[in-house]
């Protein structure tokens, strides 16, 4: 689900630069900035979106070879990124309220944050039932007696 939304998060971008400019060409011409400094800012809010969204496939694929593995402090990190990932869904929701035009781009990448919330939310759940527990304790390592 990650590597589809940085599939469209970049696709998405693609008119990044041709809607900066628009924007821009309604400023006063005081304001206004080079088309060099639109090209320059979108092309690196473009690397920056793939750069994240690779580390964040990386971590997620990370997270599930340790938990599979019985890594206890995985399933800690796991809840944590979830965590993480929560304030980042509940911001981007909290962008919302006013003044935002709604389009079809919007309304796919929303549905793509909350489907990748619903699926770290299931996560976590099943990475702390109690069959889970056990899984774990049965992989970590035994102390040997004295």
């Known amino acids: 689900m990650s590597t589809l939304s940085l599939i469209f998060t970049v696709i998405g971008s693609f008119s990044l630069k041709h809607n900066m400019m628009t924007a821009n060409a309604q400023k006063l011409a005081d304001h206004q900035i080079t088309a060099s400094q639109i090209s320059s800012t979108a092309t690196g809010l473009i690397v920056y979106t793939i750069v994240i969204g690779l580390v964040s496939i990386g971590l997620w694929l990370w997270m599930a070879r340790m938990n599979e593995a019985g890594r206890r ?65 049965a992989q970590s390592p035994k102390a040997e007696p004295r």
Not at 113 to 134: D, E, M
Request: net charge positive; charged share 5%; aromatic share 18%.
């Open 73 to 137: 402090w995985a399933r800690i990190t796991a809840s944590a990124f979830f965590a993480l990932w929560s304030l980042y869904t509940y911001s981007v929701i909290g962008e919302l309220h006013g003044g935002v035009t709604v389009t079809a781009t919007l309304i796919v990448s929303l549905i793509l944050i909350l489907a990748l919330w619903v699926i770290g939310a299931a996560t976590v759940f099943y990475l702390w039932r109690p069959a889970s527990t056990a899984y774990f304790k």
